[in-house]
């Protein structure tokens, strides 16, 4: 385009804008916001995602029973929908309650929100606090919770299961007792050469039960003195784990290769006495024996993407603690401890904090802080530590360069507190139950850019957060496109940013 034909175009443009009294500007400057903004507002509205509910068939799990046998699908537990169901007949009860000691309906509304003689102020900052949300939480049945999206992993997933099995039943104990009275084994009787029996020796731990140690017991599965919750009449449960294998949409052999995993480690009527381990040829080595329930098969009928998957399995966690971690067991497992260490500092801070109201009983022999379950708490693996290490060093310029541009927008585009994190997208993060209700009832977000609101969102519901180095390794087999993913992340963040400012997304706890 040539100057003069520039001229010609701006021209009159120039002259209608000098034709305008100065006085319609702030108008027609206010009009041309407001179409701009609804503009917007309709392309976030459009682009924002919003998360489908769950089929009837993905509330159902599988596993390996005794035997080797697939099970038939059996319901999952879901803390999620109890404690949507226990807060909104609070709500109701609360409300109804109001109307009857006021029928006047404005004292009515301020009293079933929360306001009471001591002033609106105090008793609505009250209801909103976590404890508030925790309260209604369903109690935990086993100490650690895995879950683990896969979508297509079959030639990852087993290396990755080899490791984690080991670490949580050589940590967490060896959650036989799941098997029930119905599937008791000869190895799980109080013989003394059952593995169960010999393991106890070995470790100096009294028999544990149902996921949690004996009453009274001093010691966990390493010998050490175990800590104990002294948050209202609660203990945490000392023992057990469980990981749940989201399938999300697999096309491949999968789920396959867990249940083939089960059958060769978990303890069966066949597990031999003389051996706490497994070691068959091509199945692995040294993986200890454990429930077949431990592990959880969850199929999704049809692919939602990471975020979806991660969120679809911590609504169905029985733990205290919940870790989500990737199928291809990029992450070292054992540094789960640095995680699981941090919350607990963070709980043994809070329960300081309180004072006697959790104050350990005087014939506690531990030695230890006791800790505040109520205290949500978010433990972040990090690998920014590994920002010069060699496997990051050989990646391509244009790797580096779009995850620093993709380190700037979050900068940007997040909360204070969330745009502090060094590495949000690790795919190895920590919760205390306690943070679930605050975090997992209100994501939006299905996408490859999850991490990022639950970080958001846990920052929004006071949740404390702690990033932790951890170990990390590259592995094959990645589905992530550098270029295009990258886009799309940022596309999310944006959209994910604009539909919180917006008010398209809503957290549902106000």
């Known amino acids: 385009m040539s100057v003069n034909t520039l001229n010609d175009y701006l021209v009159p443009w120039i002259e209608l804008a000098k034709a305008i009294p100065w006085t319609l500007w702030p108008i027609l400057l206010l009009g041309i916001a407001v179409v701009a903004a609804a503009i917007l507002y309709s392309i976030v509205y459009v682009s924002a995602q919003i998360p489908r509910p769950p089929y009837a068939s993905e509330q159902y799990y599988t596993t390996v029973e005794v035997g080797g046998k697939v099970i038939e699908p059996r319901p999952l537990p879901c803390w999620h929908d109890k404690w949507h169901a226990r807060r909104d007949i609070q709500r109701r009860t609360k409300t109804d309650d109001a109307r009857c000691m006021f029928p006047n309906t404005e004292h009515a509304a301020v009293l079933g929100n929360g306001h009471s003689n001591g002033g609106p102020k105090e008793e609505s900052n009250k209801a909103s606090t976590p404890d508030s949300e925790g309260s209604n939480l369903e109690p935990a049945e086993v100490y650690m919770t895995v879950v683990v999206p896969a979508f297509n992993e079959e030639e990852r997933i087993r290396a990755m299961l080899d490791e984690a099995v080991k670490f949580l039943v050589d940590e967490y104990g060896d959650n036989q007792s799941d098997l029930g009275p119905a599937h008791t084994v000869p190895t799980l009787q109080d013989d003394e050469d059952s593995p169960a029996t010999k393991r106890r020796r070995m470790n100096n731990t009294p028999k544990a039960g149902n996921g949690e140690a004996q009453s009274g017991s001093m010691y966990n599965t390493n010998g050490k003195p175990q800590r104990q919750s002294f948050s209202g009449r609660r203990k945490l449960p000392s023992l057990g784990w469980e990981i749940l294998i989201v399938s999300d949409g697999s096309t491949d052999r999968t789920t396959e290769i867990v249940y083939a995993f089960t059958r060769a480690h978990a303890a069966t009527f066949s597990t031999p006495t003389d051996s706490l381990y497994t070691s068959r040829p091509g199945l692995g080595k040294e993986i200890p024996f454990f429930s077949p329930d431990s592990i959880r098969v969850i199929n999704l009928e049809s692919n939602r993407g990471k975020g979806g998957a ?154 404390v957060m702690r990033e932790c180095p951890v170990g990390w390794k590259e592995v094959k087999g990645s589905k992530l496109s550098v270029v295009w993913d990258s886009a799309g992340m940022a596309w999310g963040l944006a959209v994910l940013r604009l539909a919180w400012g917006f008010g398209i997304y809503r957290t549902g706890l106000d």
Request: hydrophobic share 40%.
């Open 310 to 463: 991660v969120v679809h399995g911590m609504r169905h966690a029985r733990g205290q603690y919940v870790v989500f971690a990737d199928a291809d067991g990029a992450t070292k497992f054992s540094d789960l401890r640095t995680l699981l260490r941090a919350c607990h500092e963070e709980e043994e801070r809070k329960a300081l904090e309180n004072g006697s109201h959790f104050s350990k009983p005087h014939d506690d022999p531990t030695g230890l802080p006791p800790i505040d379950q109520t205290q949500p708490v978010l433990a972040i693996g990090s690998r920014a530590h590994l920002v010069h290490s060699p496997s990051v060093v050989r990646r391509s310029f244009l790797r580096n360069a779009l995850m620093h541009a993709f380190h700037v927008l979050l900068r940007v585009l997040t909360t204070p507190a969330t745009s502090r994190i060094k590495d949000t997208q690790c795919g190895f993060k920590l919760f205390t139950r306690s943070s679930l209700p605050l975090i997992v009832p209100c994501m939006h977000s299905e996408g490859w850019i999850f991490d990022v609101e639950m970080l958001m969102l846990a920052e929004r519901g006071g949740v």
